[in-house]
């Protein structure tokens, strides 16, 4: 089993600071994603990041890719009460007929207080 | 967009009955789809991968007799959860892949099983 170990679990914040999610693994992976959840709601994904040392942006949110395709890290910017949800990161290895299954990292939930 | 439809959103049932849950693909063919359990305050945990016209693979410790998944056409998958227990109360995720996707991913939006 290829485990995904996500760090923090739980973060709270005031509004403006910056934080970053970790999520670190000793199996390389195809690519590996991020999602963002909402309560009773399923993933949406945020990004995906496929090369090793791939940095992707998305407005205030920084995604990077290790080198070695085994870890990632989600970087936000002056955080903002809207950003407040469960952030995900999955990983995808092949599982065959042409698709990929991805294995979920535990997620952070992160609240950014007004 | 690729969109997943997944019904229902939310069920309750009595102890030994069973459900269906179907996930959708609305507007593109699902040559793959997954089925995922999560339980509060916790992640998505794979429960099988099917693949349309095939048997679905079920992870380690999924009973697949408890969790039948039929994936008979391109757009259309089910999770029937039979004879249901209370520890059987979670929501339930698919998501689908295909080649519409170049095999990325989209996940209905969850159906919340309350076993009474």
């Known amino acids: 089993t290829q485990l995904l170990e996500q760090s923090p679990q739980f973060l709270s914040i005031q509004e403006g600071e910056n934080l970053t999610v970790y999520c670190n693994s000793s199996s390389v992976f195809s690519s590996l994603q991020w999602y963002r959840q909402e309560p009773g709601e399923g993933p949406v994904l945020l990004v995906t990041v496929v090369t090793g040392g791939e940095v992707k942006k998305l407005k205030r949110l920084t995604f990077q890719f290790g080198d070695a395709r085994k870890d990632s890290s989600l970087h936000i910017t002056a955080a903002q009460p809207g950003d407040t949800g469960l952030y995900l990161c999955a990983g995808a290895r092949n599982s065959g007929a042409g698709s990929y299954q991805l294995t979920f990292g535990k997620g952070t939930k992160l609240s950014v207080i007004p | 967009g690729a969109v997943v439809s997944q019904h229902p959103s939310w069920v309750i049932c009595k102890s030994g009955t069973s459900v269906k849950i179907e996930c959708r693909s609305l507007?593109?063919?699902?040559?793959?789809m997954f089925w995922y359990r999560q339980f509060p305050k916790q992640s998505l945990m794979l429960m099988a991968t099917?693949?349309?016209?095939?048997?679905?693979?079920?992870e380690q410790g999924v009973e697949k007799d408890k969790f039948l998944i039929n994936h008979a056409s391109l757009t259309l998958s089910t999770l029937t959860v039979t004879s249901a227990h209370p520890e059987d109360s979670s929501f339930y995720i698919c998501?689908?892949?295909?080649?519409?996707?170049?095999?990325?991913?989209?996940f209905g939006s969850g159906t919340r099983l309350t076993v009474v």
């Open positions: 998501s689908a892949s295909g080649r519409h996707l170049n095999y990325g991913y989209t």
């Open positions: 507007d593109f063919q699902a040559t793959t």
């Open positions: 099917s693949n349309e016209g095939s048997k679905a693979t079920y």
